[in-house]
DNA sequence: CACTGTCCGTGACTTTTGTCATAGAATGAA
DNA sequence: TTCATTCTATGACAAAAGTCACGGACAGTG
């Protein structure tokens, strides 16, 4: 993916003017992360505008005793840690590759600012930005403190693009996606599975009764 | 506490020009409710921007089986739902007022909107406003996730003011807030007096040991 | 093809949360 | 004061989630 395509497809920078993405594209540079590579820190101050061109990025928090929340995963054109670059304050998540050669496209603030101050209706795609975002946090937060694991559990596979698909992460990752364990995925998802809601063979799942799914992902 | 009082203590607003408060002033109305009246349901337009003046709100999300989570407990001086007032979507929240005689100023939408487009500066404001909620958000989705009830009744309890004090709210409430029931709130209650972290007199708590309070407040 | 590292599945528990039912405070109005 | 209402406390369970330990599948490497 190309420096023009990413930043086109970044919400807040679609209806940008034409040349405030060519201005963008010539003041930032491509970063390579490998495997597992950290792309920032939580509480470190904001590296700018931030978006993957390839492979895929997992944005998350970790607790004290290093149980970890994932709270996005960022495949190509989409654009990572907002909320620092627009308030200017740090980090509140952490970011690593998930893949090999992750290549992410990055502006520094100072640049990234300048722009912006030169395209002030900038302003208001970013501020429906964050909004959208925040819609998102809202439902995680009610799921969260008021459904099962089971609940989100289904919430996650019904967010799967097709009925039949291969699970596209480790139920590790699930788990930290979802607010479980390792474990508690695997019991759920056969649990699912006796339940007839599901179908499971090896890593593929087919969705059997949606309907009921989605009984369960909205809190029974 | 006058309309513009509670302008002046609006995040959003304190720094606006003289003109825009007063512009502000003029073009809202006084609403008052009465205690448990319901100011907006979720998944309705924004009503506009709104203050609370007198008496407090709570602001929340119910799931389906009735149980409800408080996101926020508005206190006079305090504007209640930005997000759809910025955004123009709906209430992702619904709000009612705790106590009898709430008094709410209300400016609707399209006379704020216009407003606000003779005073883009705001819009910066409203940013930074919506960032900080959005990093508040992200601090409770993270409690609920991987912290315990003990955990987040700790966090509650070290965020009132001073080191004793009187439970400013029923279990039911308190539970709300923290993400669990009325029940647990009390033997959690009873627990961390056990273990000599709290004494608990009728409501009167009074904190003993911060130290190890704070440090189940950070998940152990 | 053995070896290693990573991941999945599961039994056996423990701990944490939630539910139900009931008995007493506490509060406020008549 | 008396009564009704609202809250709190608590026992007895039930259900959900988390922990630990281990066996086995599988992929990649030398």
């Known amino acids: 993916m190309t420096r023009d395509d990413a930043l086109r497809r970044v919400g807040f920078l679609k209806d940008a003017p034409e040349a405030a993405r060519l201005a ?51 495949k190509p054109g989409s654009s990572v840690a907002e909320l620092p670059l627009f308030d200017g304050g740090n980090h509140p998540t952490q970011a690593s590759a998930l893949t090999e050669n992750t290549r992410v496209f990055r502006v520094p603030r100072p640049a990234f600012e300048s722009i912006l101050s030169t395209y002030p209706e900038l302003g208001w795609a970013a501020l429906r930005s964050l909004a959208i975002q925040q819609r998102k946090l809202l439902e995680m937060l009610k799921a969260q403190a008021l459904h099962t694991v089971r609940s989100r559990l289904a919430a996650y596979l019904l967010a799967q693009k097709s009925a039949t698909f291969s699970l596209p992460e480790t139920n590790e990752s699930i788990a930290a996606q979802v607010g479980t364990v390792r474990e508690v995925i ?11 809601y ?22 029974e």
Chains 1, 2 share one sequence.
């Open 198 to 219: 599901i179908t499971l063979t090896g890593r593929t799942i087919a969705i059997v009764n949606r309907a009921a799914l989605e009984k369960i992902a909205a809190g």
């Open 24 to 74: 963008l594209t010539k003041a930032g540079h491509v970063q390579t992360l490998r495997e597992g590579e950290l792309l920032f820190l939580e509480a470190t101050p904001s590296l700018g505008l931030l978006i993957v061109l390839e492979g895929s990025l997992k944005e998350s928090k970790l607790d004290a005793r290093g149980r970890e929340l994932i709270l996005a995963i960022h």
């Open 186 to 196: 695997s019991r759920t998802l056969h649990q699912l599975a006796d339940l007839g």
